[in-house]
């Protein structure tokens, strides 16, 4: 199941979303949602990464095969961590195809934050941190068995962003940054 469900599954040529015929979204950010990127933001973006389920069918959207053998498209939700001139480093939310984190050892677990909708009383947090709250009114669908992979940051570029699709609480974003950095000296 996709995340981002007002982004699909991009083929290899639409990681560049040079391609009219692509999944991909036609449009990128404007100067002016470049100007509103900060931590806490929440994009939609492409994201490729060496295939970890190799089950996945040669002819699928979500495979590519390149020199260094299969990778995993898609168009992924991430959390800006930190933004730069040209391109920004962002955390990817994951619900693990809906199954979350509930099967997962306590040290794996520790690499991820909870994220809810603001006013969710019935989320449930896997996590050991505050879970990052959305804020209201944001137009894109969040899963309950999703969770920011604080650990797993990834660069994207501001240039191939698809589309800004809402925000974390200030709170939120703050609490990303400070989770973030208190997990860096734990790195062996």
Same mark, same amino acid.
């Given at each position: 199941m996709s995340l981002c $469900?007002?982004?699909?599954?991009?083929? @290899?040529?639409? @990681?560049?979303?040079?391609? !009219?015929? %692509? /999944? !991909? &979204? $036609? /449009?990128?950010?404007?100067?002016?949602?470049?100007?509103?990127? =900060? &931590? =806490?933001?929440?994009?939609?973006? &492409?994201?490729?990464a060496p295939l970890g389920d190799h089950s996945i069918s040669v002819t699928s959207e !979500? *495979?590519?095969? $390149?020199?260094? =053998? &299969? #990778? %995993?498209?898609?168009? *992924?939700?991430? #959390? #800006?961590l930190a933004i730069f001139p040209e391109h920004m480093i962002a955390c990817p939310l994951t619900s693990h195809s809906g199954r979350g984190l509930a099967n997962k050892s306590r040290e794996v677990r520790e690499e991820f934050m909870g994220i809810r909708a603001e006013g969710n009383r019935t989320y449930i947090n896997d996590t050991p941190y505050r879970s990052l709250i959305v804020r209201r009114g944001e137009k894109f669908k969040l899963l309950d068995s999703s969770v920011v992979h604080v650990m797993a940051p990834v660069v994207a570029t501001t240039k191939a962003t698809a589309s800004l699709v809402g925000r974390v609480t200030r709170e939120s974003a703050a609490d990303l940054v400070a989770v973030f950095k208190d997990m860096l000296p734990r790195i062996y």
């Open positions: $469900s007002n982004c699909s599954t991009p083929s @290899l040529t639409s @990681l560049t979303l040079a391609t !009219a015929n %692509s /999944k !991909a &979204p $036609s /449009k990128t950010l404007n100067r002016y949602e470049i100007a509103e990127l =900060g &931590p =806490g933001s929440i994009i939609c973006t &492409p994201h490729f !979500a *495979r590519t095969e $390149s020199t260094i =053998g &299969p #990778v %995993s498209t898609k168009m *992924r939700y991430m #959390v #800006v």
